[in-house]
């Protein structure tokens, strides 16, 4: 008897729980909240990191400038020059 | 998250062996700086190692461990058991309950899911990144594919590098994308109008019949001339870029874990160490965010993928890898100057290696180190992980029986039957290492899997169980409660009654001569039943 309701039960279930789960987005906080597993980071020693901040933020325009260098592939026209005396048109 | 054992509890919570990391978050931002290769390596050769001089929490860490006054910062999405629970960036899969040769050959869909046999291929575009030729495509079926294939004078070697590493990883736990290997005529292929492609310096171009013929002189052809290729369909979910090998993504309210802190990221090391993946950075992990329901804004969840191992084993994308990999890191500043001290009149034992063979490249055990092995540039992750993490990685990789490791190894369709043999016998020794290194009972007592059954706690020995250390030379002494220490032959501690209790563990495979430090259990009715509730491993 419970043979052939078991597929009419198995799409009833995955209905629901579609259902359930496509309500909308949890407030960070509250995710943060029922999260099994976190770390929380104390302020003291977000102080102490303060010198490598500083560091990363020296190091800022360095970031954007080998950023921009790889996405014109600046090796690549460097060593076209180089080798080829070819111009930006003609890689 | 878990307190040092205090004593044994007398009921304990459940353990957690599914972290609750996919709760409904509103969709993130794309972060493409993994993108960025140049940026990437100065920030972790350079700005990395100085953070730990700068950053002076860590400083005075790092000091007191030396000074033996604290001990190693341990990860922190670990359960009771010292496990690491499901969750979407890891899931248990081979090690805790076996998967079958079915399962582990077919890799991470569990069905078919190679392009259509027939009908037009479409091209999309280029492929973005990456070293390996090869484009986007639109089956018949309508499914996207990234298409890659071999170069010309190396057959084999990034397609097969591929098909297996990506299986192992899989069983591992891992998520990974799925790789087939595609066999197919260029008559099928067609080209999208809109299609584009990027030209050498990076400029976005139309896709034309020139460009297409360019990558195709790239391709290695079957004799019958056909393209063997790999093809990845795409993962589910909108791509979101890597995420950050340290830190949190704030974008992600669910990761509350720094990912350095993580002992899946951690841990990877011992796999990557396993199959050479040596491109192990930021730019080969990728986050889809997949959204919980088809409509739009839909509230849902980010997964983390581990991708491209067409530079694993011995492939190097488009060549063999230099041996030096894993070995060195590409720019290897003391390896530089330990080089210059000699004069370079010493030759490093990766400069000797002979070719294995040319589906394998380079890739090898006899000088495989688990412990000095490097990925191509400093993984901080890697670099974070601990005895414990590493302990995780090996009980991982050990899992891997050889029948196992021939079944995957034979997905790579390697057209000489002699690879088969020979990889599976360096895998087999890659594995054996790793066990030899990381269940050393010297640094960390090697038992686990403990059960209680009838009357006594039963466990296994790691490293007898992976054949680096004869069942004859172990011992094992326990007490109860800091009690008198009583000892055993066999990996048995006979209860006194069926009660929450606290037992302490120490190995011997010296026939009791010296002992391993000790493995804290404690025993407490978890739904019911009697069994091991918290452990406790301690490292030397």
């Not at chain 2, 890799?107 to 390996?132: F, N, Q």
């Not at chain 2, 004078?153 to 990883?169: D, F, H, K, N, W």
């Not at chain 2, 490093?348 to 191509?376: N, T, V």
């Not at chain 2, 020979?422 to 010297?442: G, K, M």
């Amino acid at each position: 008897m419970k043979r052939p309701r078991a597929p009419l039960v198995a799409v009833v279930l995955a209905l629901l729980s579609r259902v359930a789960l496509a309500g909308p987005p949890l407030a960070p906080g509250e995710v943060r909240e029922r999260r099994l597993f976190r770390e929380e980071r104390p302020l003291w020693r977000e102080a102490l990191a303060l010198p490598y901040d500083a560091a990363l933020v020296v190091a800022w325009p360095l970031k954007r400038t080998l950023f921009w260098a790889e996405e014109i592939h600046l090796d690549d026209r460097i060593a076209n020059l180089v080798r080829f005396g070819r111009g930006e048109d003609e890689p | 998250m878990f307190a040092a054992l205090a004593g044994a509890p007398s009921v304990a919570q459940p353990i957690v062996w599914k972290d609750n990391d996919d709760l409904p978050i509103a969709e993130p931002a794309e972060d493409h700086e993994g993108d960025f290769i140049w940026w990437d390596g100065v920030r972790d050769m350079a700005l990395y190692p100085l953070g730990k001089i700068l950053d002076l929490g860590e400083l005075a860490h790092e000091v007191g461990e030396l000074a033996h006054i604290v001990g190693p910062e341990e990860a922190a999405n670990v359960n009771a058991l010292d496990e690491v629970p499901d969750s979407t960036w890891f899931i248990n899969r081979h090690a805790r309950r076996r998967l079958s040769a079915e399962a582990l050959a077919q890799g991470p869909s569990g069905v078919e899911t190679e392009p259509a046999a027939d009908g037009p291929l479409v091209i999309l575009s280029g492929k973005s990144l990456g070293m390996t030729p090869g484009f986007v495509m639109r089956d018949a079926k309508g499914d996207r594919y990234v298409v890659k294939f071999d170069a010309p004078q190396y057959p084999e070697v990034a397609t097969g590098a591929e098909l297996v590493c990506s299986r192992i990883m899989w069983a591992l736990g891992w998520n990974v994308p799925e790789y087939d290997l595609f066999v197919f005529s260029d008559r099928r292929l067609t080209i999208a109008p809109d299609a584009t492609a990027k030209d050498d310096y990076g400029r976005k171009v139309p896709f034309t019949t020139d460009i297409l013929a360019a990558q195709l002189k790239r391709a290695y052809r079957l004799p019958d001339g056909r393209i063997r290729a790999i093809a990845s369909r795409f993962v589910p979910g909108t791509t979101k870029g890597s995420p950050s090998l340290l830190g949190v993504n704030r974008d992600d309210p669910n990761d509350t874990v720094p990912h350095e802190d993580r002992r899946d990221r951690r841990g990877l090391r011992v796999a990557a160490a396993f199959i050479n993946y040596t491109d192990a950075r930021r730019g080969n992990l990728l986050d889809t965010f997949v959204p919980d329901s088809k409509e739009r804004g839909s509230a849902g969840h980010l997964v983390h993928y581990v991708i491209d191992f067409s530079s694993a084993l011995g492939a190097g994308n488009i060549d063999w890898k230099d041996p030096k990999l894993g070995n060195e890191y590409l720019v290897d500043p003391v390896k530089g100057l330990e080089r210059a001290m000699t004069l370079w009149l010493v030759e490093p034992a990766w400069a000797r290696l002979p070719l294995q063979h040319p589906a394998l490249g380079y890739f090898e055990s006899s000088i495989f180190d688990p412990e000095g092995w490097k990925p191509s540039y400093l993984n901080p992750d890697f670099d974070r992980a601990t005895l414990r993490d590493s302990f995780w990685g090996a009980k991982l990789v050990a899992s891997l029986t050889d029948a196992d490791l021939r079944v995957i190894v034979h997905t790579g369709h390697w057209s000489d039957p002699r690879v088969e043999d020979l990889l599976t016998a360096i895998l087999v020794e890659r594995r054996q290492r790793i066990a030899r290194v990381y269940f050393d009972w010297l640094r960390i007592n090697p038992i686990d899997r403990f059960i209680v059954q009838g009357s006594s706690l039963r466990f296994d020995d790691l490293a007898v169980s992976s054949g680096v250390v004869d069942a004859s030379v172990t011992r094992y002494r326990y007490r109860f409660e800091r009690g008198a220490w009583s000892s055993t032959q066999a990996p048995i501690v006979p209860l006194a009654d069926a009660g929450p209790a606290r037992i302490e563990i120490e190995t011997s495979h010296d026939a009791g001569e010296r002992w391993s430090p000790p493995t804290r259990v404690s025993l407490a009715p978890v739904e019911g039943a009697l069994q091991a509730a918290e452990l406790e491993r301690v490292t030397r």
